[in-house]
């Protein structure tokens, strides 16, 4: 199985691709095989919504009455295993190489592992219904679900990766975890989770003490609750006098609401709950309780996105079971409750201090009995479930951003207490009590009550207002293996625009007049390393068919594109490339990742590459080695760009007319002249376009023929 991690011949998303050889199969289509339709249809009632090549749902199932093969069979199992799993993905294709019973099956995945696995299963899945043989779908399922928790984005990171990818901007994850880079080079920002790399480490820190935040806030004249940090159960007791009952006791630096009390009246209570607040492992407040309901409201970059209100949370009794035993049937059994980190909700646990108090003050237990229909709380803080963002009253919305501005975070997530969202908090006694960074984005994502909230959205546009696009100039070059002086020579011409330029090709890595490396560099791995360099303005990258059909492209579009030949199809038949004529399906990948606003440098002289004009998104430009060309012709009268090889001129031509570069330095001369070998005079011309169609003007692309020949600094780094 291979893995493309980017725009290939397939699709421009990251993709499994199988080599499968079905064998005797290939004689037995899935209508000739008793009871596969029942067998498969039971274990996996979900391909109902599959819609295949009918383009209607249970268009798969009727492809699977009527006859099909075990490759096209296994597409769609493989998919419906990853959407079981909770990784929903739509692609499919299968196709046959050409040897006889020998299938290319190919799935859309968002995590490599993942994909393997589910074709994986997805074989043995097929293969036991051919054979009616016994299959734990379910036990699969599960290991496939327990992968995707693990390997895949968190909810809240998919959430602002999928806004990015609707606006366009590409993305690369930088580790196993939430780590994520949104944009290209220098016009790249990061996030993880819901922190950016506009968030302040020190702001990061203010939110963690708890009592530092609440100093800082009332400087400010946000209403605070008042408070102290207490250091035994003793001097806990002492300062709720003070303070005046009832009271709060929390740990200073906590989350989820581990660890917090409320409306405590007693010594007692305030002794448990002080143990419950220090074994959470940080300094302990006591403060004022504020009469109310919890609310979360989040805030991006000084604008209130969304709010929730909390819910306090009961069991009701049956007459049989015990509390714990209600807690763990009607409680615990909530989706969105567990231990993992990216769960909105905690799994209440019975042996909890603070859910153990919160019982005894009811007069009971853990393990009472309530009567049929008795109710009892076992939880009142951390259980947002409401949305009520459009309750939000202005004066609210202005001091939780004024709050998030003073602990100095971009996105915050505001505690507050209040009666009613909807009206000030001064004249109600409502406060905020926490500000908190990296805040959760699931509980607005799905909301127990009322509407999702568009946070993802609301981040990247934080990130990248309207215009930003997060790109920074992709040249993307494929040719007939000689392609590295047309690669350089774009390099050069970006950096005489005033571009940090990254350049890898056959030639090795560069970055600047730097050579990083002298080894061949055209892979997705070198490309993706240059694509995460924050000083890149411009990148140049070479590629090969071997690499589009092994590895994908590095990125997912590009601003010029650029085909010099059409490669024979020799050395490709181990990928099942043999004939020519194949060919421009593979090389077609490079005009298909053209952005709208891109452009596509294609050879005049090569018809091959000349028809793949119409796959390009954006504007065409020709590039010949014949004055005369008549496509060129063809194409100017309809008003497009076009560059040529005049003898030892390139001239550009364009609406304005023509623009003649001269006086080119010997090498360039030499590649341009007839004593030469022919094959490297449109490498010249082609570098010419496509700086030209990058926006480099001619007077530097002029400059740039002209010093081509002076040396490059080096520094190999191994």
């Known amino acids: 199985m291979t893995f493309l991690g980017g725009p290939g011949i397939w699709t421009y998303r990251p993709v499994i691709e199988a080599v499968v050889d079905i064998g005797a199969l290939e004689e037995h289509p899935s209508n000739t095989l008793p009871g596969f339709y029942e067998r498969l249809t039971a274990w996996l009632p979900g391909l109902i919504e599959h819609r295949c090549s009918v383009g209607r749902r249970g268009g798969f199932l009727m492809r699977l009455r009527d006859g099909t093969w075990p490759g096209h069979i296994l597409e769609h199992v493989a998919l419906e295993l990853q959407t079981q799993a909770g990784m929903k993905t739509g692609f499919g294709k299968a196709r046959m190489t050409g040897e006889h019973g020998v299938y290319k099956v190919v799935i859309r995945t968002r995590e490599e592992s993942v994909g393997k696995a589910a074709i994986t299963a997805a074989r043995d899945l097929v293969m036991a219904a051919i054979n009616d043989r016994p299959y734990d779908v379910a036990a699969t399922v599960g290991r496939l679900a327990e992968m995707v928790d693990r390997l895949c984005l968190g909810p809240s990171t998919a959430s602002i990766v999928d806004a990015a990818a609707e606006r366009g901007i590409p993305y690369i994850r930088l580790n196993e975890g939430n780590l994520v880079q949104l944009g290209h080079g220098a016009a790249q920002r990061r996030i993880w989770t819901a922190e ?179 109710s009892a709380v076992v939880q009142r803080t951390g259980n947002m479930s409401i949305d009520v963002t459009e309750q939000v009253h202005p004066d609210v919305a202005e001091l939780v951003t004024l709050a998030a501005r003073v602990v100095g975070l971009d996105i915050a997530g505001i505690d507050l207490v209040a009666e009613d969202i909807g009206q000030p908090l001064g004249p109600q006694g409502g406060a905020i009590v926490e500000v908190n960074a990296g805040p959760g984005l699931l509980m607005h994502l799905k909301p127990a009550v009322g509407r999702a909230q568009p946070v993802g959205e609301a981040i990247v546009e934080h990130l990248f207002p309207p215009g930003s696009s997060g790109r920074v100039p992709i040249v993307g070059l494929i040719g007939d293996g000689q392609t590295s002086l047309a690669a350089r020579l774009v390099a050069a ?226």
Not at 252 to 277: C, I, K, M, P
């Open 196 to 374: 950016t790399d506009r968030t302040s480490a020190i702001a990061e820190g203010i939110s963690r003490d708890k009592d530092l935040t609440k100093q800082l806030l009332a400087a400010a004249g946000v209403p605070v609750p008042e408070g102290q940090v207490v250091e035994s159960a003793d001097e806990a007791w002492e300062a709720a006098q003070d303070i005046g009952l009832p009271v709060v006791v929390k740990p200073s630096d906590g989350n989820h609401a581990r660890g917090v009390s409320l409306n405590l009246n007693t010594e007692s209570e305030v002794a448990t709950a002080f143990a419950a607040a220090e074994a959470e492992g940080s300094e302990v407040i006591v403060e004022r309780c504020i009469p109310g309901q919890e609310h979360r409201v989040l805030v991006v970059g000084n604008k209130v996105v969304a709010a929730m209100r909390g819910e306090i949370i009961h069991v009701k009794g049956d007459g049989r079971s015990s509390i714990g035993a209600l807690i763990d049937l009607h409680v615990n059994t909530d989706p969105r409750r567990g231990e993992e980190e990216h769960l909105p909700l905690e799994t209440l646990r019975h042996d909890d201090a603070v859910l153990q108090l919160l019982l005894r003050r009811q007069g009971l237990g853990i393990d009472s009995v309530l009567p049929v229909g008795q």
């Open 493 to 718: 011409f970006f950096q005489l625009h005033g571009w940090q330029t990254a350049l890898a090709c056959r030639d090795g890595l560069f970055l600047g007049r730097r050579q990083l490396s002298p080894h061949g560099s055209i892979g997705f791995e070198q490309g993706e390393s240059i694509l995460i360099n924050r000083t890149v303005q411009a990148v140049v990258l070479e590629t090969s068919p071997r690499h589009i059909l092994t590895e994908g492209l590095p990125y997912d579009r590009c601003q010029v594109g650029v085909v010099l030949t059409m490669p024979g199809a020799q050395g490709l038949s181990d990928l099942y490339i043999t004939e020519a004529d194949q060919m421009p399906g593979i090389l077609r990948t490079q005009i298909d990742v053209v952005l709208p606003d891109g452009v596509a440098v294609l050879n005049a002289d090569d018809p091959a590459v000349l028809a793949l004009a119409e796959y390009c998104d954006g504007e065409v430009m020709l590039f010949s080695c014949d004055p005369a060309s008549p496509a060129v012709a063809e194409h100017r009268a309809r008003q497009g760009r076009a560059v040529l090889a005049r003898g030892t001129e390139v001239v550009l031509q364009g609406p304005a007319g023509e623009v003649a570069l001269t006086h080119l330095s010997a090498p360039v001369q030499s590649a341009l002249t007839a004593d030469v070998p022919q094959d490297l005079r449109p490498h010249v011309v082609a570098a010419v376009a496509a700086a030209w169609a990058a926006g480099v003007a001619p007077e530097l692309i002029r400059a740039g023929l002209l010093h081509f020949d002076e040396p490059r600094d080096t520094e190999t780094v191994h």
